[in-house]
Every structure is written in C-alpha cells, then in structure tokens.
C-alpha cells in the first residue's frame, strides 16, 4: 500500500516581488504576507489539490505558510488535523532579512550576495546555510515517514523555497549542485510516494 505527501510553496508574497538585483527581499524568517498574486496562485494549488483525498496538513508559523494552506484546506473537510512544524520554515537569513538583494549586492558585491544566496554551506551573517537547513529538513523527514507508515494517512505541507529544497532532494535523489539550483513554483506541488 502506499501513501502519498503532496508538498508545496506557499504563494508570492510582498517581499518576492522584483527579481534578483531589484527590489526582492530576503524574507527569510520575517512576516511577509502574501502578495494578490500570491493568493491567485495558493487558488491554484488548491484547484489542483481538490479531489486528492489527505488526513493531516503540516504549516509553520508563518503567516505565508498558513495562508496558503488555509486556500487548500477549503476543499478539505477530511482533513481533522493541522501540525505547526519550524523544521520546515523558510531559511534563517539573518542581518539580510528585510533588505532588497540590490542593497546587499551595493553593499557587499556580487560574490558575496551569491555567496550567502545560494552556496550550500556558507550562512549569512547570524543567519543559517542551506546545509543547516537541511539538517533540520532531514528531522522533520524521519519524523513523517515514521508517522505515514504509523498512521497510514496522506498528508500535505505548506512550506518555504529553501525548505523545499532539501526535501526535493531526499525524495528525488538529488546532488548538492542539483539542489541548490531548484526554483520551487509558487502555483504547483509535488507527489511522493511512501510504501506503508
């Protein structure tokens, strides 16, 4: 028998709008809600979720997370329990948090800002690297499969970009280069299987 987890980013928020080198934000651990744009594509994720039949939804405390799955959770009345889990909260990072990537790239130049963007074992300062983030990702992982197998239930995750990452590359047998290069959409989801 097996068992699925359907997991997904949440939507747009104020602080993605812009590309890299304009007026994006790193958000990181900072509130952001999501943008009009950020709740059309929570709509979406939510259409595409409606006839997949799950028992247990896992957000973290941010407003992000929990918004989109509210969205998704519309169609849902099976779903009796929803967990807050920080293990799979957006990346820590740190004195960047609230600052456009076009200030920090002014600031501090373009290595560095790829450096601390997107190098998978280089934090930023007071802030966590992909590869601490990843450690908490594979917790939270050992945990749900445990409960999956236990409980023999589908389950969905709202989560962040950076979270996604390691986890995307756990169920899909990925390399570190291959990981950090992931841009996880905002309107779509992913399906793993888990034998129960």
Known sequence: MKCYIYLFR??????????????????????????PKGIKS??????????????IAFQTRLSRSKDTLKEVLKYHPECKKIINDDRMI???????QGHTHKAI????????????HRSYDIAPPKGE??????KRVKSFIKDLLKLIKKEKVNVVISAHGNSMRPFRRYF????????ISLENPYDDYFRYSVNV
């Open 129 to 134: 690297s992909i590869k601490m983030v990843e």
């Open 172 to 179: 899909e047998k990925l390399n570190i280069k291959e990981m």
């Open 90 to 96: 957006e990346r820590n990072y740190g004195t960047l």
């Open 105 to 116: 790239i002014k600031k501090y130049g373009m290595e560095k800002f790829r450096q601390w």
């Open 10 to 35: 949440h939507g747009e928020t104020y602080y993605n709008l812009g590309g890299i080198g304009k007026n994006k934000k790193f958000t990181g651990w900072k509130d952001s809600k999501l943008s």
């Open 42 to 55: 929570a709509n979406k994720i939510a259409r595409k979720l409606k006839n997949i039949k799950f028992q």
